[in-house]
């Protein structure tokens, strides 16, 4: 809110200062949120209102991408698997890829998408119309009413949406497997979980709680800095997007590092 | 209504050398300012003189780069988040696009400072205090409507209700009056008016409507260049010469 008035006086350049100053209000704006969770009042009811807009209200989309995926990977991977008369790995790999690998990244980036862009358009067009300022004149802390609320919502809405899809993405894969092979569907479950162990899904529940933090934060952070007007919302939307997409694609990769050394 | 006798001469606001800049452009520079109790103040001034960045700064929205602004007794920008938070509730800030929560019908607008403020109220204190505002404002049956179901009339009579609702010793309004027609305009006067005759607040209007200037102050303060250049009454600050002034008046009544 308030803008540096101070003399222009840079401690090493222009940019390089900015950045730090970025870095800086990020940190402090993500730190604010942990104080703020453990301290109450809690706003609760809000809470499970958002709740329902991130999880709910996300299902279709997710049911639809996470299906599409489970069948594409099938029937893309079957020629090169029965050139080497290996169909019947078809279920076990299936298995293996949703549960490590699709089922949090197809979730997390398609929340990206649909959560991050509407937290980053709300809490944007809540601080240009000055619904923020008014919260805070009327003695209530906005921090606690529009963030907490939001961001711990997605960070447990995402690792159940993420399950949820690794089951539908069986799904669309079991629907192309029985298009080509007989086989039941516990038959199917059964290879598909063969090779899946307890660590595969605690670092994918581990992921995904860490991309849907993410989600939250972003598009939390990207709302309540805009400027510039309704033309600003349109940016915060945007940029909450970009950035978190971006955000968890590194911890993809240094989380799926880090949980390796454990096995 | 006007020329209500101030008897209590105790200070509410207290504003001293306050400056306020934003990078190159000096909005504040040096800004004296009182309020006594039972006051109404009209800041008068151009559009872009700093009178919203002025209450903003009197309730902690933004922090002076220099100066002092008491409030009941308190220098605002010295405040910590609980203090503050407690000053707050007896500050009515209404807004000048009025800021209400779009997502929330009109009673949840009124209920969402007062629950969070006041604690262990029943549901039916609750209902009653709503009522008891929605009536001072006229407003009665938009209990239930949703503020984009609202004409900026109402937008702006259910922002008042929501800051009288916590009872506030002081009401910042930020102009009241802007962008509604002249019978609303006197509508929304009155209100003013009748506000402080029934909650005992004293209140800094902002506006550049000489309408309401005339009809709810007690006093008026001009704003010209980052400074009060003029404060009497209404018609103390238009008999100066000061072409600055005589230009805000006679711009004012050709429309
Ligand atoms: N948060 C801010 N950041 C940067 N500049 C600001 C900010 N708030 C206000 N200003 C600048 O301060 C000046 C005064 O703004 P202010 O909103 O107080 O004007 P005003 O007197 O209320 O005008 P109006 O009658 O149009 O509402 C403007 O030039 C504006 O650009
Ligand atoms: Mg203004």
């Known amino acids: 809110m308030d803008t540096d008035s101070k003399a222009k006086?840079?401690?090493?350049?222009?940019?390089?200062?900015?950045?730090?100053?970025?870095?800086?209000?990020?940190?402090?704006?993500?730190?604010?949120?942990?104080?703020?969770?453990?301290?109450?009042?809690h706003e609760v009811g809000e809470f499970v209102q958002q709740c329902y807009n991130i999880g709910y209200r996300s299902?279709?989309?997710?049911?639809?991408?996470?299906?599409i995926t489970g069948y594409v990977f099938t029937k893309q991977s079957?020629?090169?698997?029965?050139?080497?008369?290996?169909?019947?790995?078809?279920?076990?790999?299936?298995?293996?890829?949703?549960?490590?690998?699709?089922?949090?990244?197809v979730t997390a980036l398609i929340c990206a998408g649909k959560v991050g862009?509407?937290?980053?358009?709300?809490?944007?067009?809540?601080?240009?119309?000055?619904?923020?300022?008014?919260?805070?004149?009327?003695a209530v802390n906005p921090y606690k009413y529009l963030i907490v609320t939001r961001v711990t919502a997605s960070t447990l809405m995402i690792p159940v949406l993420m399950m949820?899809?690794?089951?539908?993405?069986?799904?669309?894969?079991?629907?192309?497997?029985?298009?080509?092979?007989?086989?039941?569907?516990?038959?199917?479950?059964?290879?598909?979980?063969?090779?899946i162990t307890m660590l595969d899904i605690v670092s994918s529940v581990i992921r995904s709680l860490a991309y849907g933090f993410t989600i939250g934060i972003v598009g939390c952070y990207k709302g309540y800095n805009t400027s510039q007007g309704t033309q600003g919302v349109g940016k915060a939307a945007n940029a909450a997007v970009v950035a978190s997409m971006f955000l968890i694609f590194i911890e993809e990769v240094i989380l799926v590092q880090v949980i390796n050394w454990f096995r | 209504m006007a020329e209500q006798k101030i008897n209590n001469l105790s200070r509410v606001i207290e504003v001293k050398d306050l400056y306020k800049s934003f990078n190159e452009n000096?909005?504040?520079?040096?800004?004296?300012?009182?309020?006594?109790?039972g006051e109404?103040?009209?800041?008068?001034?151009?559009?872009?003189?700093g009178k919203s960045v002025l209450i903003k700064i009197l309730s902690g929205l933004l922090k002076q780069d220099r100066g002092t602004a008491?409030?009941?007794?308190?220098?605002?920008?010295?405040?910590?988040?609980?203090?503050?938070?407690?000053?707050?509730?007896?500050?009515?800030?209404?807004?000048?696009?009025?800021?209400?929560?779009?997502?929330?019908?009109?009673?949840?607008?009124?209920?969402?400072?007062?629950?969070?403020?006041?604690?262990?109220?029943?549901?039916?204190?609750?209902?009653?205090?709503?009522?008891?505002?929605?009536?001072?404002?006229?407003?009665l049956q938009s209990l239930n409507q949703l503020p984009a179901e609202l004409s900026g009339g109402q937008r702006k009579r259910i922002g008042i209700a929501r800051t009288l609702i916590l009872q506030p010793e002081i009401m910042l309004y930020d102009e009241p009056t802007a962008g509604l027609d002249p019978i609303t305009s006197i509508e929304i006067n009155n209100l003013i008016n009748e506000v402080r005759a029934r909650f005992h607040t004293s209140s800094i209007i902002i506006t550049h409507d000489l309408t309401c200037a005339k009809t709810t102050g007690d006093r008026i303060a001009m704003l010209l260049d980052g400074q009060f250049v003029k404060t009497g009454t209404f018609d103390e600050v238009f008999a100066t010469k000061d072409p600055r002034i005589q230009s805000f008046y006679d711009y004012n009544f050709i429309n």
């Open chain 1, 78 to 105: 079957r020629p090169s698997l029965s050139e080497f008369g290996a169909t019947s790995w078809i279920p076990s790999l299936v298995g293996i890829a949703m549960i490590r690998a699709l089922a949090p990244l």
């Open chain 1, 9 to 41: 006086k840079y401690l090493i350049g222009r940019k390089v200062d900015r950045f730090f100053i970025k870095v800086h209000k990020a940190s402090s704006f993500t730190i604010r949120y942990f104080k703020e969770l453990v301290t109450s009042p």
């Open chain 1, 59 to 67: 299902l279709s989309l997710i049911t639809l991408t996470s299906f």
């Open chain 2, 70 to 139: 008491i409030v009941l007794g308190q220098e605002v920008s010295q405040l910590n988040e609980l203090s503050l938070r407690a000053l707050r509730q007896k500050i009515g800030f209404s807004f000048q696009n009025s800021a209400l929560y779009d997502s929330m019908t009109v009673k949840q607008n009124l209920e969402f400072p007062l629950i969070r403020n006041v604690r262990h109220l029943s549901r039916k204190e609750i209902n009653s205090r709503i009522e008891g505002v929605l009536d001072a404002v006229g407003l």
């Open chain 1, 164 to 195: 949820y899809a690794g089951f539908v993405g069986l799904m669309g894969s079991f629907l192309n497997v029985s298009q080509n092979e007989l086989t039941t569907l516990t038959a199917f479950f059964h290879n598909a979980f063969e090779k």
């Open chain 1, 117 to 138: 862009s509407s937290i980053g358009a709300e809490i944007g067009s809540m601080k240009v119309t000055e619904q923020i300022d008014a919260m805070e004149v009327s």
């Open chain 2, 26 to 37: 000096h909005v504040l520079r040096g800004v004296e300012l009182e309020l006594s109790k």
């Open chain 2, 40 to 49: 109404n103040l009209v800041v008068l001034g151009r559009s872009g003189t």
